[in-house]
């Protein structure tokens, strides 16, 4: 895995999530990259997001996770507006600042 990754939680089978923890944590990094189910063309996809002050993570009625933020385009990264996720599986952080950090130690 690329070292500017960092996994934030999410598995498919985990029994809970703190809505409270994750708003948090994904506030707090640069980007993320979600990984979901797309119901539409029925195959697992990839988009990479940030999390903003209009942002928000809660439990939907049907009992899954819903995180809502702003996408980016999987192509041109330019942003696409606010999406809603479900049926999500998994979420990577990217911290630029931990980048940065890291290339100055080696130096």
Same mark, same amino acid.
């Given at each position: 895995? +690329? ?9 498919? $089978?985990?029994?809970?999530? &703190? #809505?409270?923890? !994750? ?16 119901k539409?063309?029925k ?8 999390? +903003? ?9 049907? $009992?899954?996770?819903?995180? &809502? #933020?702003?996408? !980016? ?5 330019e ?29």
């Amino acid at each position: 895995m +690329d070292k500017r990754y960092t996994e934030l939680t999410i598995e498919a $089978n985990d029994e809970l999530i &703190c #809505c409270d923890t !994750l708003t948090q944590e994904l506030g707090v990094c640069d980007m993320f990259k979600i990984h979901f189910h797309h119901k539409g063309n029925k195959r697992n996809q990839v988009r990479r997001a940030f999390f +903003d002050d209009k942002s928000k993570v809660w439990i939907t009625k049907q $009992n899954k996770l819903a995180v &809502c #933020c702003v996408a !980016l385009d999987e192509h041109s990264r330019e942003i696409v507006g606010y999406r809603t996720f479900t049926d999500i599986f998994k979420i990577e952080s990217i911290n630029f600042k931990s980048i940065t950090q890291t290339s100055e130690e080696l130096h």
